[in-house]
T-cell receptor, first 114, second 114 residues
Framework: EADIYQTPRYLVIGTGKKITLECSQT?????MYWYQQDPGMELHLIHYSYGVNSTEKGDLSSESTVSRIRTEHFPLTLESARPSHTSQYLC?????????????FGQGTRLTVV | AQTVTQSQPEMSVQEAETVTLSCTYD???????LFWYKQPPSRQMILVIRQEAYKQQNATENRFSVNFQKAAKSFSLKISDSQLGDAAMYFC???????????FGKGITLSVRP
């Protein structure tokens, strides 16, 4: 069982609200990822981090932002939620790529913006 | 740049039969990892099987095995004795190079007929 946690699991929120999706891992992994996935569809990488104070934008442009102040924590923030942000957000982590690039995934947050 | 292609969006298999899911990839790196991940409906993404490129021998994990054709850049997953619990979305993924991202294919939805 992977030790990576996402909260909340489900979130319904009104347009214009600020939200933060939490992701924490207890495995001491350096690399962390955020993916966006519509149900039954492909994963799109939106952010990743190589370690503390390192963040990079992914392949899919996103209005969200991320931070990496602690190794174990990689929150994603939307300053002003819109219906187009409705999706599932998956967090993942892996050891340093030199060691093992296998990614472990959280259970995901299903976000609905009304 | 690295790419992963899964050209079959859906497949169906009879329970207890064998099914093969296809994946092709492209990378300029000589050292890389390939993965198959399983995403059951509304459940967490988990690793099914992995293959290091430098290993000639095809990986096997119980009923799951791969056919890794390095020259052809092909990485197919064979599921033997299919079970109802194998019904899920399956993603092929590639990690090449120390600073690379984990790149996923579009996924394939596998259904298992009782």
């Amino acid at each position: 069982e992977a030790d990576i946690y996402q909260t909340p699991r489900y979130l319904v929120i009104g347009t214009g609200k600020k939200i933060t999706l939490e992701c924490s891992q207890t495995m001491g992994h350096d690399k962390m990822y955020w993916y966006q996935q519509d149900p039954g569809m492909e994963l799109h990488l939106i952010h990743y981090s190589y370690g503390v104070n390192s963040t990079e934008k992914g392949d899919l442009s996103s209005e969200s932002t991320v931070s990496r102040i602690r190794t174990e924590h990689f929150p994603l923030t939307l300053e002003s939620a819109r219906p187009s942000h409705t999706s599932q957000y998956l967090c993942a982590s892996s050891e340093h790529p030199f060691m093992d690039p296998e990614a472990f995934f959280g259970q995901g947050t299903r976000l609905t913006v009304v | 740049a690295q790419t992963v292609t899964q050209s079959q969006p859906e497949m169906s298999v009879q329970e207890a039969e064998t099914v093969t899911l296809s994946c092709t990839y492209d990378t300029s790196e000589s050292d890389y990892y390939l993965f198959w991940y399983k995403q059951p409906p509304s459940r967490q993404m988990i690793l099914v099987i992995r293959q290091e490129a430098y290993k000639q021998q095809n990986a096997t994990e119980n009923r799951f095995s791969v056919n890794f054709q390095k020259a052809a850049k092909s990485f197919s997953l064979k599921i033997s004795d299919s079970q109802l619990g194998d019904a899920a979305m399956y993603f092929c993924a590639l990690h090449s190079g120390a600073n690379s991202k984990l790149t996923f294919g579009k996924g394939i939805t596998l259904s298992v007929r009782p």
